[in-house]
């Protein structure tokens, strides 16, 4: 659940609800049946708002700032 509000913009590329609450979790669930078309014509842009929290994003990331700590502990 955590950080969940951060990856979705509601309407764009998922709905949000409250954690527990079924009643807007079959309303999202709805949503989604009735724009499912619309959901599909977006799938790349909606891949596309995810790829920066993709796990080689972050091992990458992670890497790069590695190199930059040795970098500087080197006194580079």
Known sequence: IGGVGELITDGKNG???EPGNTKQFAQAIEKVYRNVDG??????E????FEKYSLSHYTDRLE???RETLERARGK
């Open 39 to 44: 959901f599909l014509d977006k799938s790349e």
């Open 46 to 49: 909606i891949r596309k708002s």
């Open 15 to 17: 709905y949000l609800f």
């Open 64 to 66: 790069q700032l590695l």
